[in-house]
């Protein structure tokens, strides 16, 4: 642990203090589980789809009897699922009606500089834009919407959007910007990987709401000042004791005698999961994991538990053939110290054939060969004192290479092309996140990396202490983007750099 950290980790799935709701709670397992519906677009080219999506505030029942405000994308949280082709460019309107910029970024995208959603990229809310247009109508501000061009130039994978403006994508994505962005292509498609409603995108994220159903959250945005007792010291991250799976509190999903793939993935803004299995069978089938951040693996792996850190996201199977309906499986999330609490279960109802299969080889793979990279760069993610922008100093602060987040600052500066080495050391439980492309796991503590870093990453999960290699190479598109830690807390707090790409 580095100096100046004065808590104890006790693990970490159980890091930090997790916010305790007041509102009533329903038991685990009796609301419905959903799955966002899929945006459609309103028109659609020979290259192109073209979608709006309007971000504004909406009221939804997540605890029964509470009418809860949220922000969401078209008003729901989950926001709806942007499903794209290898390929198809989507371009998405994004129209902003809440009252506070904000500005949308593709999780684990390939994504030009302009349409990536830099922290500082606002896009203003559109009533506060008509008033600034009314001063002087030649104005150049964005007009309360704007264009993101995605070219879904990648592998089919489980990618998601969310909000990420500067010093607020914390709260922003605990009330509800966060929404998911497939991609699928013909590689995908030939597999017979569980399909249609056997499919599941599912959300995890933590909540706490306040004693009339109202999210809480501890930070300084006006939005929660209506959160009174809700304060502390967050430096580890908000977590609350609620568990969504696409925004439903532990549902309950009815489903079929059949193999299902689960496609997890971590929207909480700071935990950390162990998901397991609680099966009546003793030849408990575990998960089976064909995909990582970026894409399918080239051949599955079992895995008995699956430490998901936010922002990442697990492609897996369950295979529930050979259940009798009425039996059920539990995801339970252990916490490290011998409990477990509950997730989701799936409860068999009936019955089908199931054609579906697992093949032992799924995709191929390319490996990048360390012996080819360029350069090798140290990315070191600790507490320390810190000057922030405006010159105040801080005795404890999150930092990268030992400097808050600075946009007008070159950290990292890539060419396109280049296969590079990056060591990162870390202090804490840091989800380290890179932007732009993908990147492989190549080692942990000079060690074989984990089976959980398998396959194309955008988020490694450090723990205190540890330092990993991963090869990344920048491709396709120059300009400014980032690195950063995923706990949206130590990210608000400024620990993030600049990755530059040049030609
Ligand atoms: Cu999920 Cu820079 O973000
Ligand atoms: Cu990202
Ligand atoms: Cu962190």
Redo the contacts with the bound molecule.
């Keep these: 642990l580095g100096a100046g950290i004065d808590w104890q980790l006790s693990g970490p799935r159980t890091l930090g203090k997790t916010l305790t709701s007041q509102a009533r709670l329903p038991e685990p397992f009796t609301l419905p589980g959903t799955v966002p519906a899929v945006l459609a677009p309103y028109r659609s080219d020979q290259t192109a789809d073209y979608h709006q999506v309007t971000q504004r505030r909406a009221t939804a029942t997540i605890l029964p009897g509470y009418r809860t405000d949220i922000w969401g994308y078209n008003g729901q949280f989950p926001g709806p699922t942007l499903a794209a082709r290898h390929g198809r460019t989507a371009v998405v309107t994004h129209r902003n009606e809440l009252d506070v910029p904000t500005v949308v ?5 390939h994504t030009p500089a302009d349409s ?2 830099y922290p500082t990229d606002y896009l203003l809310p559109v009533a506060g834009t008509t008033a600034m247009l009314a001063r002087d109508p030649q104005a150049v501000i964005a007009r309360g919407q704007r264009d993101h061009t995605y070219p879904n130039d990648q592998l089919a994978a489980t990618l998601w959007y969310h909000d ?1 403006r500067m010093d607020f994508t914390g709260s922003s994505v605990w009330q509800g910007l966060a929404g998911f962005h497939l991609i699928t292509d013909e590689p995908e498609q030939a597999l017979p990987l569980p399909r249609g409603d056997r499919d599941l995108p599912l959300m995890l994220c933590d909540r706490a709401f306040d004693a009339r159903g109202r999210l809480a959250y501890p930070a300084q945005d006006p939005t929660f000042l209506h959160t009174p007792g809700v304060t502390g010291d967050y430096m580890q991250g908000v977590q609350g004791d609620v568990i969504l799976v696409n925004g439903v509190p532990w549902p309950r999903y009815d489903v079929a005698a059949a193999r299902h793939r689960l496609r997890w993935l971590n929207a909480s803004n700071a935990r950390v999961y162990r998901l397991r299995l609680d099966t009546p069978h003793r030849q408990a089938p575990g998960f089976v994991q064909i995909g990582s951040d970026g894409g399918l693996l080239d051949k599955p792996q079992h895995l008995d538990a699956i430490d998901m850190a936010p ?1 990442e996201r697990f492609d897996t199977v369950v295979d529930l053939t050979g259940y009798r309906p009425g039996e059920q499986v539990t995801i339970v999330n252990d916490l490290g110290d011998g409990t477990t609490v509950p997730v989701l279960r799936l409860r068999v109802t009936h019955t089908v054939d199931d054609t579906s299969a697992v093949p032992d080889r799924l995709v191929d793979l390319e490996r990048l060969d360390p012996a080819h990279a360029v350069r090798t760069r140290e990315m070191n993610f600790r507490m320390g004192k810190m000057t922030a922008m405006d010159g105040s100093t801080q005795d404890k602060g999150w930092l990268i290479n030992g400097k808050p987040f600075d946009p007008q600052r070159a950290d990292a500066t890539a060419r396109l092309g280049d296969l590079e080495i990056w060591r990162i050391t870390s202090d804490f439980n840091h989800p380290v ?3 732009l492309n993908q990147f492989q796991v190549l080692s942990r503590n000079g060690r074989d990396p984990r089976p959980t870093d398998r396959g194309w990453k ?2 490694i999960n450090l723990d205190a202490g540890q330092a990993a290699e991963i090869a990344v190479r920048f491709t396709d598109y120059t300009g400014r983007f ?1 690195l ?1 830690c ?1 706990n949206l807390e130590h990210e608000d707090m400024a620990m993030m750099a600049n990755l530059t790409t040049t030609l």
């Design positions: 970024h593709v999780h684990g995208g990536d959603g990420h922002s996140h890179v932007h955008d988020t980032l950063h995923h």
